[in-house]
């Protein structure tokens, strides 16, 4: 066997330890979840979960994590958006739908201590609530660094535009975060 086959064998062989241990880990769970709070066929969030599962192992080795609490949130997050695409994609979406953030239920970690609620965490997430899905993951890939070469496989934008892209959109989110907190504080002390 030559070497280019032997080193592929053991990349795909690699992998696919991932997507079974990824499977095993948390593909009944993310089904659980899917069909718990959404109206969706069963085969539909199947495909959700497998999607979900083959783009976590695509990045597997470019991430790490503190701890396997924000490895959980970081798929489940990715599961998210995966069900977000496909119900903006069919357009079937009722409004009564409701995503519930990840609890200690899909984690099975101890409950935390719950903390005050940080307005300025608060409004830097209403912030990126109000952008679309591609320019969310543009300055949340870029800010942990990620290369523009990787990041335009995702947003499926010309890479050579990233990084106009994210400067604007980075000053954007500075001008919207401190002008929510400037009218906050101006509520606050009037």
Sequence with gaps: MSFEKETYSLLSDNKNKVVKTLYETYAKK?????CKNYTIDKDDAWAIVYKT??????????????????????????HINFLRNYFRD????????????????FTEHEPEVASKPNIQLTILQQ???????????????????MPYSKIAEFVKKPESQLKVYYARLKKQMLENVNH??????????A
């Design 180 to 189: 929510q907190l400037q009218l906050l504080n101006e509520k606050h002390h």
């Design 30 to 34: 993310l089904l659980a979840y899917t």
């Design 127 to 145: 912030e990126l609530d109000k952008l679309e899905d591609w320019q969310r993951i543009l300055l949340l890939m870029r800010g942990q660094d």
């Design 90 to 105: 069919n357009k079937s979406f009722e409004k009564h739908h409701q995503e519930v953030e990840l609890t200690d239920h």
């Design 53 to 78: 599962i083959y783009k976590i192992t695509e990045v597997n080795d470019q991430y790490s994590f503190e701890n396997e609490q924000k490895r959980s949130g970081f798929i489940f997050k990715t």
